[in-house]
């Protein structure tokens, strides 16, 4: 994660801004040992993050959202050069999913932090994000929109899923390959194509569901005769040889 304030300012705090700082608390009252096993992680990384965590404070130096975060998807949404009619697109839009926040809007004000939602925990009686967040995150999405199109990893969008009622329609989003007659998914091509689906999304300001299977960026194309209600498929071509 990286603190990125200099262009654009935060738009509002996170609406479970007392859940996080909740996990503040916790995270900050954890030796360096401790902190290590929940991130699992080399010790260059871990003795970074540690400082990071012992000088948090939830309200100072906030970065937008959707700026600081440094992973593969957020690279190729490229948000930095987006139009200002495409980042109210995406902040009317776009929810990102967060172990330590919850749920954000892409304004929504943040500091740099290290939790995976998968992370286990020992905080009261939750053993793990997933207890602590339970049906929060889903019914704050659910409050929003009944049609939820599915960009995130399986480990954030159980957080969804496991909620789901009749009302809610959402729709996964797989990017992958045919490899020996199935449909393969390859994590960093899938990180990069989720990130192209958002700027995909904003660039054409897209609102219905049929316009999505226009996507045809990093050689993937909308498979019809794979996907259905529930699941878009799409399938990465393998491009024609060049010469010069």
Same mark, same amino acid.
């Given at each position: 994660?990286?603190? !990125?304030? !200099?262009?654009?300012?935060?738009?509002?705090?996170?609406?479970?801004? #007392? #859940?996080?700082?909740?996990?503040?608390?916790?995270?900050?009252?954890? *030796?360096?040992?401790?902190?290590?096993?929940?991130?699992?992680?080399?010790?260059?990384?871990?003795?970074? /993050?540690?400082?990071?965590?012992?000088?948090?404070?939830?309200?100072?130096? =906030?970065?937008?959202?959707?700026?600081?975060?440094? +992973?593969?998807?957020?690279?190729?949404? $490229?948000?930095?050069?987006? *139009?200002?009619?495409?980042?109210?697109?995406?902040?009317?839009?776009?929810?990102?999913?967060? +172990?330590?926040? &919850?749920?954000?809007?892409?304004?929504?004000?943040?500091? $740099?932090? $290290? =939790?995976?939602?998968?992370?286990?925990?020992?905080? &009261?009686?939750?053993?793990?994000?997933? !207890?602590?967040?339970?049906?929060? %995150?889903?019914?704050?999405?659910?409050?929003?929109?009944?049609?939820?199109?599915?960009?995130?990893?399986?480990?954030?969008?159980?957080?969804?899923?496991?909620?789901?009622?009749?009302? %809610?329609?959402?729709? @996964?989003?797989?990017?992958?390959?045919?490899?020996?007659?199935?449909?393969?998914?390859?994590?960093?091509?899938?990180?990069?194509?989720? +990130? #192209?689906?958002?700027?995909?999304?904003?660039? /054409? @300001?897209?609102?219905?569901?049929?316009?999505?299977?226009?996507?045809?960026?990093? !050689?993937?194309?909308?498979?019809?005769?794979?996907?259905? /209600? /529930?699941?878009?498929?799409?399938?990465?071509?393998?491009?024609?040889?060049?010469?010069?």
């Amino acid at each position: 994660m990286k603190i !990125d304030n !200099d262009v654009f300012s935060h738009k509002q705090m996170p609406l479970f801004i #007392e #859940e996080a700082e909740v996990l503040s608390k916790y995270l900050k009252r954890l *030796t360096y040992d401790q902190l290590k096993t929940i991130w699992n992680t080399s010790d260059n990384i871990a003795i970074n /993050n540690f400082d990071i965590i012992k000088k948090m404070d939830l309200y100072e130096n =906030l970065t937008p959202a959707i700026l600081g975060y440094e +992973g593969l998807q957020y690279q190729y949404i $490229r948000p930095e050069v987006f *139009t200002y009619n495409e980042l109210d697109y995406i902040e009317d839009h776009l929810r990102i999913l967060s +172990g330590f926040y &919850g749920v954000l809007k892409p304004f929504d004000g943040i500091v $740099r932090y $290290r =939790l995976e939602m998968q992370s286990k925990i020992l905080l &009261g009686d939750y053993e793990s994000l997933y !207890d602590y967040w339970a049906e929060k %995150i889903a019914k704050s999405i659910f409050k929003e929109s009944k049609c939820i199109v599915n960009l995130a990893s399986k480990e954030y969008s159980k957080c969804i899923s496991k909620y789901l009622t009749k009302e %809610i329609k959402l729709i @996964n989003c797989v990017f992958g390959e045919i490899i020996g007659g199935k449909v393969i998914e390859k994590g960093t091509l899938a990180k990069m194509a989720r +990130g #192209e689906m958002v700027r995909f999304m904003a660039e /054409n @300001n897209i609102c219905k569901l049929e316009e999505i299977k226009k996507f045809n960026r990093l !050689d993937y194309t909308y498979k019809e005769d794979l996907s259905d /209600n /529930n699941n878009f498929i799409f399938i990465k071509e393998k491009p024609l040889p060049s010469t010069l």
